[in-house]
């Protein structure tokens, strides 16, 4: 029994260890060196490496009911991944690798040392920081119910504050900057107090039963006016962003805004109707592109249309795109599904990108020169005031979305989502139900494309890469496939954290691909999951999760 | 009990209009395919050497996605999924034999004993394409087994993602250029001394995957697994394993082909294997997914159009710098094959099952 218990801290401790070695090696934790969090000290890798430590002892410990047992066998496992961490810092200090692994250096080693270096206090700093992690992880766990929650919450929500400190210090008031922020990211008093109030916040939202702790506010607005009230606030909150955002959140809130309609408009495929749609880039690209070859003069020189004419023409004609994507792959699903979407999608960037059709399409210079709306003397022009445009149409797409997921459509989306064959024997016309499924999930990337082109005043084909048809998909998992307001949450965290933190571009995709495969193993209905696609999911994976792995995979006859 | 699918629009009781308009599209498509065809051939543009060379050059290309393909069409096999992270599986052998390659070249090892060189660059790409398909089956899909079918695909395209960035983020995004192999230089005939190698090494590689497969305890788990998986375990087979040792048998195979893909194309970069990726499923669809010898000649069949393709189908018309099209003729033929011929040319072997 104990033997089995040290065998599994320790490989769950190696398992941590090997986590470090990838994100090392990858260069993802020398690289957030430089993002100071808290003080002069704490650096967003440090940050990093104490989370591995503290989720791997609460990986080990999370099995065992009582305190003492918690936290020893998740220290121990947090101290093996510590070895490991500290025998790469002694390999990359040892052995010449740079020629072959990019981020072997010395600096690494002084990072994975917590800044020692490979040397006894490095060693020690590194142990105690592991130990404490580790006790302070199994402490936690420990704790009755909401507490552990609340602090782990509040700690990240401080850390959170910390990274956006270059984001959040033109918007907020310079009192309160001064008072918060140091040099770089928070100072120490600011961060206690910070902690301090999270704590307080997310102990009121948690403690109090059923959600009376935000439920009491809303209370106070008598119950028929409730909904539009909370609307209106969350309505005039979002309008209100250009006011006091400045340039740059603004134009990163544009970026988010257009991955949010293209997940809107994924989620009716994917996340409605079932169908994954690898190739969505091309209605997004298709949409831009219309709207760079009406507007543009630099093409067709003898039309070049107001941008009021071309947004209906793009948004026509990635309609007739979805129809033309859909038509052919109405009796594919799943894999080959997947596989001849991605196949159209290829094709609309590389035909774009060919020397054939530069003269209608630009080639690989792309488009320049896109018109910017104009509303009478009003000339949309800056980030700022595009993001009402763009959340106009998020907000659209968002109140489309609602009344279509209540419709008859969207019920026969659902069914064909479920179960194709009995959706049909229902009497659900499959080809009109997925037609318009790729028809209207179409629109919207068109709509996102062709603001898309507007804003940024110029298309190249390396903008409609694969890679975009991705980012969607990963931010419709991560959110939950199917629910509206995790669609936001996704683009939020996966467009939104990349934009404002330029060391995280990099590793975006890598990102991406951990987001995907965690997702799906831990968290299959995604962060918010929507009613009853939550139910089908976990009820399916937890049937797999009984069967031991040998046996027959069930609901295969 | 699987329910039988309308496999044509002539099944139905009427006419499907959308049938009949996907129909008409693949008419133009043949259409304009052959009436280009037929307009570069009278231009004779080009000499029957070189459409000798385009065909050659396709042979090798297409043995290449042959054995690649063979990695899809066996997972395929047995599990009914289509192994997303397959190229990259591919890439990677071929990524990391790069640093070993560069050793030999570079202490002069590799013009010593360029056999030996080859034979262990070759060995090398395989083990390391073995150990990542053995280790994405067995974190990515192995869990999932029995979930939707949506789930385990996205993990294997989260899985390819994961890979393709690991492998920037350790090597870097540079293209890295393999060492020339001294007594593969040169040609004979009409061969470059790479494309025979290249043909040996498929040849070889496919003569023991079917002594693996018919002669060996594991090979007939494997085929007892893909014919009927509950029967099989029904038998006493080891299903997991049998999974195992064909994603691993599967990934030995790609990583051959990585190494005989640098040696025909030279340059590596952690973005490779997406395009010989998604071309080898397309030959594993158009043999017939799940069908080794289809798997095969599928390889070929797409090499050589695509070689040939672009200038015989495109050169007629007049369109300028035909080559930058190759892609698009791979991916419509991809799309082609999966609207009109889900079941590829030979047919596949899957009994009674219900097909995708």
């Known amino acids: 029994m104990s033997l089995a218990a040290l065998r599994r801290a320790l490989f769950i401790g190696l398992l941590g260890g090997l986590a470090v070695w990838h994100l090392s090696l990858v260069g993802l934790i020398p690289a957030f060196a430089q993002r100071r969090l808290i003080g002069e000290t704490v650096t967003f890798s440090y940050a990093l490496l104490v989370a591995l430590f503290a989720l791997v002892a609460h990986a080990t410990g999370r099995r065992y009911a009582g305190a003492l047992q918690r936290v020893a066998w998740g220290t121990l496992s947090a101290l093996s991944t510590g070895l490991l961490v500290l025998a790469l810092a002694l390999i990359v200090t040892q052995v010449n690798l740079r020629q072959i692994f990019l981020n072997a250096t010395p600096d690494l080693a002084r990072v994975l040392t917590f800044g020692a270096g490979v040397s006894p206090a490095g060693v020690l700093r590194t142990i105690l920081i592991a130990a404490v992690a580790g006790v302070a992880s199994g402490g936690l766990g420990a704790t009755p119910a909401p507490w552990g929650r609340v602090s782990v919450f509040a700690a990240l929500a401080t850390l959170l504050l910390g990274l956006l400190r270059d984001v959040l210090g033109p918007i907020l008031p310079s009192g309160l900057v001064g008072f918060l922020y140091g040099a770089a990211g928070l100072n120490v008093l600011g961060a206690a107090v910070t902690f301090v109030l999270f704590f307080l916040l997310f102990a009121l939202r948690w403690s109090l039963p059923g959600r009376a702790g935000t439920g009491r506010i809303i209370e106070l607005v008598p119950s028929p006016v409730r909904a539009p009230v909370t609307r209106l606030a969350v309505i005039l909150f979002l309008a209100s962003v250009p006011l006091w955002a400045g340039l740059f959140l603004s134009n990163v809130a544009d970026f988010v805004g257009f991955y949010i309609l293209m997940g809107l408009g994924l989620n009716l495929v994917l996340g409605f109707a079932g169908l994954l749609d690898l190739g969505y880039v091309a209605f997004f690209a298709v949409g831009a592109y219309t709207m760079a070859v009406l507007t543009s003069p630099e093409i067709g020189q003898r039309f070049t249309l107001d941008f009021w004419v071309a947004l209906p023409i793009a948004i026509m004609l990635t309609v007739f795109a979805g129809l033309l994507v859909g038509l052919p792959v109405l009796r594919m699903r799943g894999d080959y599904l997947a596989i001849a979407t991605l196949g159209f999608g290829e094709i609309v960037r590389l035909l774009v990108l060919s020397d054939w059709l530069k003269p209608y399409l630009g080639g690989a210079q792309g488009v320049t020169r896109i018109a910017r709306p104009q509303i009478g003397p009003l000339r949309i022009d800056s980030p700022q005031e595009f993001y009402v445009l763009v959340l106009f149409s998020c907000l659209l797409a968002w109140f489309l979305s609602i009344r279509l997921r209540d419709s008859r459509l969207g019920r026969a989306w659902f069914a064909i989502r479920e179960d194709e064959f009995v959706a049909q024997a229902m009497g659900i016309n499959r080809v009109t139900a997925k037609l318009s499924a790729f028809a209207i999930g179409a629109s919207f990337g068109g709509l996102s494309g062709a603001l898309f082109a507007s804003l940024v005043g110029s298309v190249v084909p390396a903008s409609f890469s694969l890679l975009v048809s991705i980012n969607v998909v990963a931010l419709l998992v991560l959110g939950g496939m199917g629910s509206l307001p995790g669609v936001v949450i996704g683009a939020l965290a996966l467009v939104g954290i990349p934009e404002l933190l330029r060391e995280f571009q990099e590793y975006r995709l890598l990102v991406y691909g951990i987001v995907l495969i965690a997702m799906m193993l831990f968290r299959p209905a995604g962060l918010l999951p929507e009613r009853i696609h939550r139910r089908e999911l976990e009820e399916a994976v937890e049937e797999v999760r009984e069967v031991a792995p040998a046996e027959i995979a069930p609901g295969r006859s | ?356």
């Open chain 2, 1 to 356: 009990m699987a329910i039988a699918t309308p496999r044509s629009f002539l099944s139905g009781r009427r006419l499907e209009a959308s049938q009949l308009i996907v129909w008409t599209i693949g008419a133009v498509l043949l259409g304009i395919v052959f009436v280009g065809s037929v307009l570069t051939l009278r231009a004779g543009q080009y000499t029957a050497a070189q459409w000798r060379d385009f065909i050659v050059f396709g042979i090798a290309q297409g043995s290449i996605y042959a054995l690649i393909a063979l990695g899809y069409t066996m997972v395929y096999g047995v599990l009914r999924m289509i192994n997303f992270a397959h190229g990259e599986v591919f890439m990677s052998g071929a990524m990391t034999t790069f640093f070993v390659a560069d050793y030999l070249n570079r202490s002069g090892f590799l013009k010593a004993h360029p056999w030996i060189s080859l034979i262990a660059l070759l060995l090398f790409s395989g083990l390391v394409s073995m150990t990542i398909a053995v280790l994405v089956e067995r974190i990515a899909y192995r869990p999932l087994r029995g979930a939707p079918r949506l789930v385990p695909l996205i993990t294997a395209v989260g899985a390819s993602f994961f890979l393709q960035y690991t492998f920037r983020g350790l090597f870097g995004s540079g293209v890295r250029a393999y060492p020339a192999i001294p007594v593969l230089q040169g040609k004979l005939w009409v061969f470059q001394k790479t494309q025979i190698a290249v043909f040996v090494g498929v040849a070889i590689t496919l003569l023991l995957l079917l002594l693996f497969l018919q002669r060996t305890r594991a090979g007939l788990a494997i085929r007892a697994v893909a014919e009927d998986r509950e029967a099989a375990a029904l038998m006493g087979v080891d299903v997991d394993r049998a999974i195992v040792t064909t994603f691993a048998v599967g990934g030995f195979m790609a990583g051959i082909a990585g190494v005989l893909y640098a040696l025909v194309f030279i340059q590596v970069q952690f973005f490779m294997g997406f395009l010989p990726g998604i071309k080898a499923f397309t030959a594993a669809v158009l043999g017939g997914i799940g069908n080794l010898p289809g798997a095969a000649i599928g390889g070929l069949v797409l090499g050589v159009i695509e070689s040939v393709g672009p200038s015989l189908f495109f050169d007629g018309y007049g369109i300028r710098a035909a080559h930058q099209l190759k892609d698009v003729i791979a991916f419509t033929i991809l799309v082609l094959i999966l609207i009109f011929r889900p079941t590829g040319i030979l047919g596949e072997r899957l009994g009674g099952e219900e097909r995708v």
